[in-house]
């Protein structure tokens, strides 16, 4: 399927409604992007791209960055990830720390952040050296040797970061965070920061799309069976209090981020990205959500 005049017609259509949703500027430094940007891009399987707009422009990645921590503590420690997080969606904002109380400090799932900073500490627990090891293994991913954290995003993030500083020591004084709280807190506002292209983007989730495998890649990152219940945890808990709106208007697993990008996943065809900074209330990109849905219902394709 020639996907490029469906990706141009949802871009031309789309393009100019952008006044509703707001920049991440509870993250000082994410703020100064320029709210008007918009890029897609599909990745098939087998390598075709089809691209419109920003597509080739870098994006603060945050939220999507824990699919790819979960993906590589999976191939450390496997299905022992289970014991620590769960696998339901919360139904609460994405930092909320309502639940982690009465749940004793047993995040719902990988992709809200209490999820994710479990995953840090476990990262933390069995690299020798966490920081540059999953950028190297994200570099590998995107295939951009040259990916880099942003600095200046993570120092940011880092002096507003209360809430997630409470989220480490709430989940820390119930024993599910073994490293110090500030190394874990560390690692999690720099994994956040690293930057991608939309392009470098579906390229770093097509293993995802075909079973852990992909034509970029030199053997597979996971085996099927742990590419399924990826795919399942971002199909029920991607988009923390909207992820049921996405499986309902969508239809893709996929993955949201503060930063306004999107990745979908249509397991043996192929990854799509959507890039657009301004946000619903819920923390997910605005454009991003109606450019998905519009090309679900366009094109007929999704795993349903
Ligand atoms: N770094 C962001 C935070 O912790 C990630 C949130 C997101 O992208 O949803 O607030």
């Not at 047993?106 to 966490?130: E, S």
Request: aromatic content about 10%.
């Amino acid at each position: 399927m020639d996907f490029s005049l469906v990706l141009n017609e949802i871009h031309d259509k789309l393009k100019n409604r952008n006044s509703e949703g707001k920049l991440a500027a509870y993250i000082p430094e994410l703020a100064k992007v320029d709210p008007c940007k918009f890029g897609i891009h599909l990745l098939s399987t087998d390598g075709k791209e089809y691209c419109v707009g920003d597509y080739n422009e870098k994006f603060s990645i945050q939220s999507v960055s824990k699919v790819l921590s979960l993906s590589l503590v999976m191939s450390i420690i496997g299905e022992k990830v289970w014991d620590r997080i769960g696998v339901e969606p919360s139904g609460n904002p994405f930092n909320s720390i309502v639940q982690l109380e009465y749940e004793k400090g047993k995040p719902r799932n990988p992709f809200i952040n209490a999820g994710a900073l479990v995953l840090a500490d476990i990262l933390v627990t069995h690299l020798k050296d966490p920081k540059k090891e999953f950028l190297n293994y994200l570099r590998i991913l995107s295939g951009n040797k040259n990916l880099q954290y942003n600095e200046k995003v993570a120092k940011s993030e880092k002096s507003v970061g209360y809430k997630n500083a409470s989220l480490a020591n709430m989940i820390k004084s119930y024993g599910n965070i073994e490293n110090d709280v500030d190394v874990v807190l560390d690692f999690y506002f720099h994994q956040c920061s690293i930057e991608m292209t939309c392009a470098e983007m579906s390229k770093a989730f097509l293993p995802f799309a075909t079973h852990g495998e992909a034509y970029h890649l030199p053997e597979p990152i996971l085996t099927k069976s742990r590419v399924k219940r990826i795919n399942a945890v971002m199909l029920s808990c991607g988009f923390y209090d909207e992820s049921g709106e996405f499986a309902y208007k969508v239809g893709l697993p996929g993955k949201s981020g503060v930063g306004g990008g999107i990745v979908a996943v249509q397991p043996d065809q192929f990854s799509i990205t959507v890039w657009s900074p301004k946000l619903n209330e819920k923390g997910n990109s605005v454009l991003g959500m109606k450019a998905l849905e519009l090309f679900t219902t366009k094109t007929g394709i999704s795993i349903f």
